[in-house]
T-cell receptor, first 116, second 111 residues
Framework: AQTVTQSQPEMSVQEAETVTLSCTYD???????LFWYKQPPSRQMILVIR??????QNATENRFSVNFQKAAKSFSLKISDSQLGDAAMYFC?????????????FGQGTELSVKP | EAGVTQSPTHLIKTRGQQATLRCSPISGHTSVYWYQQALGLGLQFLLW???????NRGNFPPRFSGRQFPNYSSELNVNALELEDSALYLCASSLIPFEAFFGQGTRLTVV
């Protein structure tokens, strides 16, 4: 069975600084997808970034980028130029190859606070 | 374009009662997923429906059930409610193989 682990329950960053959230996963499959979702106090889960396992290039979305290390089964999220609106719970998630369904397996989450 | 919508936003039920939660997916999405987010337990996968069929089920008792209608909307039913069923229930939709988008959730409180 696949598992996702986020070892940092809480993180804090100064506004305009950079922060990295860690995520590791375990799987025996070679094709899969990884995601970072953000859950602000409104509780709505918002997709931040996705990474396909077959792609060697790390995904980037504006201030958000990932460091995907397939061999190490590591998938960290870097937030650059942190803003107050980035404060939220961040979840790392794993999804199997598409034809096997879209069920997401989530990590425990990391609560990010941004200090002005 | 409308996102995933869930109703009601909040629901208060008494132990032993039944709860019905509803979800309307994004237009064109055929898959609907239900997740439970209980305090201290993270997000747990409940059910996956696609094209009207239940495709996968998480590790939950049979009193958690649901269905998907021809218009791809979905219902989650929880029978014989227990106090530990109190949680935020999130619905997500997708068009495989693309990513899932979530609704705002239904907060179920069992008293």
């Amino acid at each position: 069975a696949q598992t996702v682990t986020q070892s940092q329950p809480e993180m804090s960053v100064q506004e305009a600084e950079t922060v990295t959230l860690s995520c590791t996963y375990d799987t025996s499959e070679s094709d899969y997808y990884l995601f970072w979702y953000k859950q602000p106090p409104s509780r709505q889960m918002i997709l931040v970034i996705r990474q396909e396992a077959y792609k060697q290039q790390n995904a980037t979305e504006n201030r958000f980028s990932v460091n995907f290390q397939k061999a190490a089964k590591s998938f960290s999220l870097k937030i650059s130029d942190s803003q107050l609106g980035d404060a939220a719970m961040y979840f790392c998630a794993y999804r199997r190859e598409a034809w096997q369904g879209g069920k997401l397996i989530f990590g425990q989450g990391t609560e990010l606070s941004v200090k002005p | 374009e409308a996102g995933v919508t869930q109703s009601p936003t909040h629901l208060i039920k008494t132990r032993g009662q039944q709860a019905t939660l509803r979800c309307s997916p994004i237009s064109g999405h055929t898959s609907v997923y239900w997740y439970q987010q209980a305090l201290g337990l993270g997000l747990q996968f409940l059910l996956w429906y696609d094209e009207g069929e239940e495709r996968n089920r998480g590790n939950f008792p049979p009193r958690f059930s649901g269905r998907q209608f021809p218009n791809y909307s979905s219902e989650l039913n929880v029978n014989a409610l227990e106090l530990e069923d109190s949680a935020l229930y999130l619905c997500a939709s997708s068009l495989i193989p693309f990513e899932a988008f979530f609704g705002q959730g239904t907060r179920l409180t069992v008293v």
